[in-house]
């Protein structure tokens, strides 16, 4: 029934056909990229993930504050705008169907203006990219990141009146579980009430390993995406702890991040999906 995909951010260190070929051997159908243009050359992703068998599921942008859509400085958000349409170019030429947009910088905890005035720069930036990224067929979606990360979109509500307010046919929101855990009241109503507005999905157990490895229960989740239909890509984004997700990974991750995690994160995902479809878990 659903589709699986994982993001590379974890194996940002790693050759990407090690990656694509990793996540083949474990019966993934996607790859979630993570958006950093530089960092690829664009055939040659193509080229691999054809000879693999996958495709690619969507961009995870990365907003660091030289990247800010709602930064007082216009050189700040012109950077920003300029990044966004990179990965827009990146997204188009490697097929990918969604790419996370953020009205501010992830990390970023304070705001530095007025929430009137980041509103509007965020709500312009991202109103232009989508216009672009239209022209593609690409959607933008917004990812609720919780309060260590983010002062802005906390919850899956809040990315839902972001959406409102953009007001483009082409901008949906998405979950990640990981920092859900931390903000929802319940993670298995926020993504019933996004319903069809949900186009994409991270899935991190609560220490933000493979599932199964933390103490989240993922049966109510797999239940919600059954329950609403969920289209989208299962993704996981899986990441060792860190007060900065980022910084750790300059640093390289151990040996169980690599075959045993991306092989635990479907086969423990799936075997929910198959007790699912034969209806043998009651929540
Ligand atoms: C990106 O998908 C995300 O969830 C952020 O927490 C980046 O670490
Ligand atoms: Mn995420």
Not at 139 to 158: G, P
């Amino acid at each position: 029934m659903f589709k699986y995909s994982f993001c590379n951010l974890v194996w940002f260190k790693e050759e990407l056909s090690k990656s694509v070929d990793r996540l083949a051997r474990f019966g993934y159908d996607a790859i979630d990229l993570y958006g950093e243009p530089s960092a690829y050359k664009n055939d040659e992703v193509r080229q691999i993930l054809k000879n693999n068998g996958l495709v690619v599921s969507s961009i995870c942008a990365l907003y660091s504050n030289e990247r800010d859509l709602a930064h007082p400085d216009p050189k700040v958000r012109k950077n920003a705008q300029e990044y966004v349409k990179s990965v827009i170019d990146m997204a188009a030429e490697v097929g990918a169907l969604t790419l996370g947009i953020a009205p501010t910088a992830c990390m970023k905890t304070e705001p530095l203006a007025s929430p009137e005035d980041e509103l509007k720069w965020a709500v312009e930036g991202i109103q232009q990219a989508a216009e672009l990224a239209e022209t593609h067929g690409i959607k933008l979606v917004f990812e609720a990141w919780n309060r260590y990360e983010h002062y802005w979109l906390n919850r899956v509500d809040q990315c839902l009146e972001l959406m409102k307010q953009v007001d483009r046919k082409n901008v949906g929101v998405m979950g990640d579980v990981f920092h859900m855990n931390i903000e929802e009241t319940s993670v298995a109503d926020a993504l019933r009430n996004a319903g069809s507005n949900l186009l994409n999905i991270h899935l991190a157990d609560s220490n933000r390993a493979a599932p199964g490895v933390g103490h989240f229960d993922f049966v109510p989740v797999m239940q919600a995406l059954k329950d609403i239909n969920y289209q989208g890509y299962v993704s996981y984004e899986i990441l060792p702890a860190a007060a900065n997700p980022f910084g750790v990974l300059e640093k390289g991750v151990g040996e169980e991040w690599l075959d045993q995690y991306a092989e635990q994160c479907i086969t423990h995902i799936k075997n929910i999906e198959k007790s699912l479809l034969q209806n043998t878990l009651t929540i």
